[in-house]
């Protein structure tokens, strides 16, 4: 099971229009190594951690033909308010042909030219997304769901494509109590802690200090 080469990621100075610049940081960073079965990237608003899940779908997806992903969150109005906004406004390169067709109201997927997809929905709907199977499922803001929930969608990481299965998550902390939090405990989830130095908006990792973005 080989990790992701980071090296791919490194942009030059002038990307090619259209292009997004991104280098992970952080637990941003070792998400993008990991290829444990289940991993949770928690930490406080504005570290990187949807930005950095959404990515790895996005570089697997182009890099894996037939790759099959699933971006959910527990009601299908939230994520199109949330995760969707990111993928396309910060993600994915402008004029990609995944953002063809439907608006993100009414997408049911992202469609590669390689055949890969990455479906779209919510748990409150969940019939739309549990009878098919993935190689990488993404849960935004996984402490809203119930561990059933989470048990459930880890039975449709089956596709076998992608050289492991995994399903990722970001979340922000809770009481040590959550079933999310003693099943890291347990050792059945790798729990990644996300900092907001782990976001280069906020922090200047070469000089070591806030930006003045960080610093407001």
Excluded at 10 to 23: K, M
Excluded at 124 to 130: C, G, H, L, T, V
Excluded at 146 to 160: F, K
Excluded at 168 to 179: F, G, K, L
Aim: some cysteine; overall charge positive.
């Amino acid at each position: 099971m080989s990790p992701i080469n980071l090296t791919n990621l490194i942009t030059s100075p002038r990307p090619e229009a259209g292009q997004r610049p991104y280098l992970p940081y952080g637990a941003a960073r070792r998400l993008w190594w990991c290829t444990a079965p289940e991993v949770v990237i928690s930490g406080p608003a504005g570290t990187g951690k949807s930005r950095g899940c959404l990515e790895k779908l996005h570089y697997l997806a182009e890099k894996y033909p037939t790759m099959r992903g699933l971006i959910v969150r527990k009601t299908r109005a939230s994520l199109t308010e949330s995760a969707l906004v990111t993928f396309e406004d910060k993600v994915v390169p402008i004029h990609h042909p995944v953002l063809d067709g439907a608006g993100r109201a009414y997408r049911q997927a992202y469609r590669y030219p390689n055949n890969s997809i990455l479906v779209l929905g919510g748990l409150d709907k969940a019939s739309r997304i549990m009878s098919t199977d993935y190689d990488l499922i993404f849960v935004q803001e996984a402490i809203e769901l119930a561990e059933d929930d989470w048990e459930a969608l880890t039975t449709r990481l089956r596709h076998g494509v992608l050289p492991y299965q995994q399903i990722i998550a970001d979340t922000n902390p809770d009481t040590p109590m959550h079933w999310l939090k003693r099943r890291c405990d347990g050792g059945q989830t790798t729990l990644l802690q996300s900092q907001h130095e782990d976001n280069p908006q906020l922090w200047d990792g070469k000089q070591k200090c806030w930006t003045v973005r960080g610093a407001q």
